[in-house]
C-alpha cells in the first residue's frame, strides 16, 4: 500500500500571501487629515522676484453650517501685480483691484494700484459641508523680498457666522486662536533673473509641472521594481512548495 504524504499546499499558499502582505507594504499611505486651521502653501518656486501658485486649503469647522464664502487679503505694502485664479466646480471668484496707499517700486514700474482681494462664493450644494475642506488657488508675483507675508482669510458660514483668520503669531511663539496664514518668500539664487517665471508655473502647469511629473514617474519606477521583485519572490516560494510536493508524491 503506498503511502501519501501530507500536501503542501497551505504551506505554499502561505508563502505566497506572505509575499503578497510584503507587495502590500511598498503602497503609498493613506492621505492625513486636512489642517485645523485655514493655511497657505506655496509651491517650491516662492522666491523673491519670482512667481509661485499659492494654495488656501479652508476646513470647514462647524458642525452644523457650511461655508458659502471665501475672501483672502492681498497685501499693500509689498502689492503683488500679477493675479490670477484657478477654477473651482460650483464657485464663482472675482478679483477686486484697489488704489494704494502710496505708490510702491515692483518689478521695475511704478504701481499706484494693485489687487487687493479675491473673493470665491459658493453656488447651490458646492458649500463646503462639516468634515470637509476645499482648496483655493491663485498664481501670483512678482513676489516681494525675502521674508513672511500675511495674507488673512475671512471665512463665512451658511448661518452668518464670519471668522476672520488675522492674527499674527506673537514674539513667543504660541498659536492664537485664529492665526492668520503666512506666505514664506526665500530669497532667489544668487544670477536667478526668474526668465521664464510667470503666472503658469508651478503646480499643474510650467516648471512646476514637470518637476511633478519627474518626481511621480521615479516614485513608479521604484514601486514597479519593488513590484518586481515581490513577484519574483512568490514565483520562487510557489516554485519550492510545487517540488517538495511532487517529491512527497514520488515517495
Not at 152 to 177: F, I, K, L, M
Request: no cysteine.
Amino acid at each position: 500500500m503506498t503511502t501519501r504524504t501530507p500536501s503542501t499546499r497551505p504551506r505554499g499558499t502561505a508563502l505566497a500571501g506572505a509575499a503578497l502582505a510584503g507587495g502590500l507594504l511598498v503602497s503609498p499611505l493613506a492621505a492625513t487629515p486636512a489642517d485645523a486651521h485655514v493655511r497657505v502653501v506655496a509651491d517650491a518656486d516662492a522666491t523673491s522676484g519670482g512667481y509661485s501658485v499659492l494654495t488656501f486649503r479652508v476646513p470647514n469647522e462647524s458642525d452644523e453650517a457650511s461655508t458659502t464664502r471665501v475672501v483672502v487679503e492681498l497685501p499693500q505694502d509689498t502689492p503683488l501685480s500679477s493675479v490670477r485664479t484657478r477654477p473651482v466646480p460650483g464657485w464663482t471668484v472675482t478679483v477686486a483691484r484697489a488704489p494704494l496707499p502710496s505708490p510702491v517700486e515692483v518689478g521695475g514700474a511704478t504701481l499706484t494700484e494693485a489687487p487687493r482681494t479675491v473673493t470665491w462664493t459658493a453656488q447651490g450644494d458646492a458649500a463646503v459641508g462639516p468634515d470637509q475642506y476645499q482648496d483655493f488657488a491663485l498664481a501670483v508675483g512678482p513676489l516681494p523680498a525675502p521674508g513672511e507675508v500675511l495674507l488673512p482669510v475671512t471665512q463665512t458660514y451658511s448661518d452668518g457666522e464670519v471668522v476672520r483668520w488675522d492674527e499674527p503669531v506673537p514674539a513667543s511663539g504660541e498659536e492664537p486662536e485664529h492665526p492668520a496664514p503666512v506666505l514664506a518668500v526665500a530669497a532667489a539664487a544668487e544670477g536667478d533673473d526668474h526668465h521664464g517665471a510667470g503666472p503658469g508655473t508651478g503646480p499643474g502647469t510650467g516648471t512646476g509641472a514637470a518637476a511633478a511629473v519627474t518626481t511621480a514617474d521615479g516614485t513608479a519606477r521604484w514601486l514597479g521594481g519593488a513590484g518586481l521583485a515581490v513577484a519574483v519572490l512568490a514565483a520562487a516560494a510557489a516554485g519550492v512548495a510545487l517540488g517538495t510536493v511532487r517529491a512527497g508524491r514520488r515517495r
